[in-house]
């Protein structure tokens, strides 16, 4: 998701349609402000929270919104689907068609899932470079062996995509349960890296991501607005 920051008299000519030099007055009269304050310099770089006003005409006053939600089984994580219950019709959210999803979950797993309108968020939450950590309650078909510590920890080779992943910390919690913690996201990653084993993953509940820990309070299903502290650690 692409941030949808740019300059001030190019969402002015959009937004009125009207053309450049029509804004350049507007703006000289000192009739545009952003942010409650007014505004004469036309390179100005708004995005979509930029509280934008000509006169005392709203233009634009959008306001972020951050949700988590605990995923269910069976629910595709998806906007819309044509077959599947979406985890936007499960959202407790007015703004719920406005937001889009931060890290997907498969069909078959459950657990933390974030929704956000605020693209630059979203971006710095997901982006490679900021390797933000991703943990995973993951329960395999087989036992588990010491083994996996040292194979997760080095990195594993996908020849089809000629990458090797990112150190992945894997600890232990039972015969066949184990704690997964990557800091990228590859493709059905999880998955595949325990296919090395022919270990099938029968169980996979995303618990955290970043400092963001699903809460413990939510039923599958459920949602709630994250906190300002949550927002605020991903920026």
Known sequence: MQSKRGRLDRYLCTHLQTHRKAVR????LGNVSVDGLIVKD???????????QLGDQILQANTPVYWMLHKPIGVVSATKDAQHKT???LLDCE???ELHIAGRLDLNSSGLLLLTNDSRWSNALMSPTHKVDKVYR??????????????????MYFGFEDITTQPAKLVI???????VTLSEGKYHQIKRMFGRFRNPVVGLHRLS??????DNTLAPGESRALTASEVACIR
Do not use: C, K
């Open 95 to 97: 703004a719920r068609y």
């Open 42 to 52: 036309m390179d100005m770089q708004v995005d979509e929270f930029s509280h934008i």
């Open 25 to 28: 007055e507007l703006m000289l």
């Open 138 to 155: 993951v329960t395999l078909a087989n036992p588990l062996t010491e083994e996996y510590i040292a194979v997760f920890a080095a990195g």
């Open 173 to 179: 919690l039972a015969n066949n349960v184990a704690e």
């Open 209 to 214: 991501i970043g400092d963001i820990v699903l």
């Open 87 to 89: 985890v936007i019709d």
